[in-house]
């Protein structure tokens, strides 16, 4: 006798097959949902299997055998619900679309988080290495061009003295840079 079917957890597996059953029921309804909407060649059966974890359930199901502990649940719930025939409404379709398309764009939403973090550079890795991933495409406008009216915009005259200090610093830095090869600090929380 395992641990697990202990009489202590019987409770927890009742409640275990009522979900269960909830749950196929809700398969079943979904399939004719589809079905209605769709026509009958829209949704084969193997597509439904290929979502079943547990084989004996699908066996249970169609060879119309019923649990001790279902029989026992629909014995103390007193309420009977046969989808069989259960008719679809338009609102259970509007439903059900809604959902196929929810889920549609969470996985959109997804692909794109996936591109978005394939462009993300670790911390351990150098910046510069991963920033020449860019476009093969030529530039829209000259370089430069808009730096220069942006800082005649700000200086004036003075420009492009300001432009020539602003260059000799950062080829300093570039030069320092190369030099000493130093390492990226970490772009993490310290309290972890």
């Known amino acids: 006798m395992s641990w697990f079917s202990s009489s202590v957890y019987r409770r927890y597996w009742q409640h275990y097959q009522q979900g269960m059953a909830w749950h196929q029921r809700h398969r079943r309804a979904y399939r004719k949902a589809l079905e ?3 026509g009958p060649g829209h949704c084969p059966e193997q597509d439904f299997g290929s979502y079943c974890r547990y084989a004996d359930w699908e066996a249970r199901e169609s060879d119309g055998q019923e649990d001790k502990d279902e029989k026992e649940s629909s014995s103390d719930s007193e309420i009977e619900c046969d989808v069989s025939n259960m008719e679809i409404s338009e609102e259970l379709r509007q439903y059900f679309a809604q959902t196929e398309k929810h889920r549609e764009e969470l996985r959109i939403q997804q692909q794109m988080e ?8 670790p911390a351990d890795q150098d910046l510069h290495r991963a920033s020449w991933r860019g476009t093969t495409a030529p530039p829209h406008e000259k370089p430069g061009e808009r730096r220069k009216a942006e800082m005649k915009k700000l200086y004036g005259e003075d420009a492009a003295k300001i432009m020539a200090m602003e260059a000799a610093m950062q080829l300093t830095f570039d030069r320092n840079h190369d030099l000493k090869q130093p390492k990226y600090w970490p772009v993490i929380p310290l309290k972890l």
């Open 36 to 38: 209605a909407a769709y």
């Open 114 to 121: 996936d591109e978005q973090h394939e462009s993300y550079v």
